[in-house]
Every structure is written in structure tokens, then in C-alpha cells.
């Protein structure tokens, strides 16, 4: 998995709409995305471009390498995301 988001996504959709894999999920029209707090990174899809980030305005997105350490769950929990 090349970039994580974390809880302090605002599901603005803004990265997904950027992304250029479509690996960015929940959007507004599926129907996870009302019960969601945040959106996941497919770590299967990513491509580690970087777009995302450049557009995510709450800092909410993390290469899995840096992503800090009170925040390291947030790699599996995107990861869960997509096992279903």
C-alpha cells in the first residue's frame, strides 16, 4: 500500500475524484459511504502517485511509511476496508 488516510478525513471526496486508479472509496454514490467516517485507500490499486495527497485539505493522507504513529491503526483499517 503505498498512501493510508486517516480520521481526520472529511469524505470530501476530493482525493478520489483525483485519483488516477479510482482506489479511493466510498464515494457519495455508493452506498458505504453514509456509513463510513472517512475513505480507504485500495492497496491494491494505489499507484503511489501522490495525487490525493496534493488535493486532501485536512492532511489526512500519509505514505504508509510516515504515516505517525497514533495513526498507525489507520493502516489496517484501510487495508479491512477492502477484504470484504
Given at each position: 500500500m503505498a498512501y493510508v488516510i486517516t480520521d481526520s478525513c472529511l469524505k470530501d471526496v476530493l482525493c478520489a475524484d483525483a485519483c488516477?486508479?479510482?482506489c479511493?472509496?466510498?464515494k457519495k454514490d455508493e452506498p458505504q459511504f453514509e456509513s463510513v467516517s472517512q475513505m480507504y485507500v485500495d492497496p491494491e490499486g494505489?499507484?503511489?502517485c501522490g495525487a490525493?495527497?496534493?488535493v486532501c485539505p485536512s492532511n489526512s493522507?500519509?505514505?504508509v511509511d510516515d504515516v505517525p504513529e497514533e495513526k498507525k491503526d489507520f493502516v489496517e483499517k484501510n487495508v479491512k476496508f477492502y477484504a470484504n
Open positions: 488516477p486508479t479510482d479511493i472509496h466510498p494505489c499507484i503511489d490525493c495527497v496534493s493522507i500519509f505514505p
